[in-house]
Antibody, heavy 119, light 107 residues
Framework: QLQLQESGPGLVKPSETLSLTCTVS??????????WAWIRQPPGKGLEWIGN???????YYNPSLKSRVTISVDTSKNQFSLNLNSVTAADTAIYYC???????????WGQGTLVTVSS | DIQMTQSPSSLSASVGDRVTITCRAS??????LNWYQQKPGQAPKLLIS???SLQSGVPSRFSGSGSGTDFTLTISSLQAEDFATYYC?????????FGQGTKVEIK
């Protein structure tokens, strides 16, 4: 059974870099059938797609976040990662990793991890 | 960006009621429309893809319809476990966007 698990600091200071890792179990990330995605949700608000990565390393980012986002993949560890730099309080959110079909819908999700941006 | 607008933002309904949620896209997206259910403290769960394709394991009381710019999610007979927030999401462009959500509450 496919499982995704986010990990990383729950508190990040303003202007610093938010870094999260998603560990995939139950299936190989090294597949040409799916993308791997990051999605976030500010507390009490809606969902925002951050970006996708393919096993080859090809990336697709939300245009509104593109200048601050880097998503990378480590197929040897079956993990993919998110870096978001120059964070502000507006980046406080639950961050989810998910599996994206090539049709760009998300059929498996991690449980999510809350990241708070505060000094 | 393609903007997705859901209506209503919230609704109150009773067990057994028929519930309909609407999602409108800011441009034509064919049938590239997906629906998710999110319960408090949980990740979203994919219910329907491609406007009307019910995912495996999702009860048949859920159905989706529409194409172009206007879509609906219908719950034919609301059950206690269906009280949640529902989101639509377009997958027409390689920059997916979500609606703002519709919260279904107990009347």
């Amino acid at each position: 059974q496919l499982q995704l698990q986010e990990s990383g600091p729950g508190l990040v200071k303003p202007s610093e870099t938010l870094s999260l890792t998603c560990t995939v179990s139950g299936a190989s990330i090294n597949t040409n059938n799916y993308y791997w995605a990051w999605i976030r949700q500010p507390p009490g608000k809606g969902l925002e797609w951050i970006g996708n990565i393919y096993y080859s390393g090809s990336t697709y980012y939300n245009p509104s976040l593109k200048s601050r986002v880097t998503i990378s993949v480590d197929t040897s560890k079956n993990q993919f990662s998110l870096n978001l730099n120059s964070v502000t309080a507006a980046d406080t959110a639950i961050y989810y990793c998910a599996r994206s079909t090539k049709g760009y819908y998300f059929n498996y999700w991690g449980q999510g991890t809350l990241v708070t941006v505060s000094s | 960006d393609i903007q997705m607008t859901q209506s209503p933002s919230s609704l109150s309904a009773s067990v057994g009621d028929r519930v309909t949620i609407t999602c409108r896209a800011s441009q034509i997206i064919s049938r590239f429309l997906n629906w998710y259910q999110q319960k408090p403290g949980q990740a979203p769960k994919l219910l329907i893809s491609a406007a009307s394709s019910l995912q495996s394991g999702v009860p048949s009381r859920f159905s989706g319809s529409g194409s172009g710019t206007d879509f609906t999610l219908t719950i034919s007979s609301l059950q206690a476990e269906d009280f949640a927030t529902y989101y639509c999401q377009q997958s027409y462009r390689t920059s997916p966007t979500f609606g703002q959500g519709t919260k279904v509450e107990i009347k």
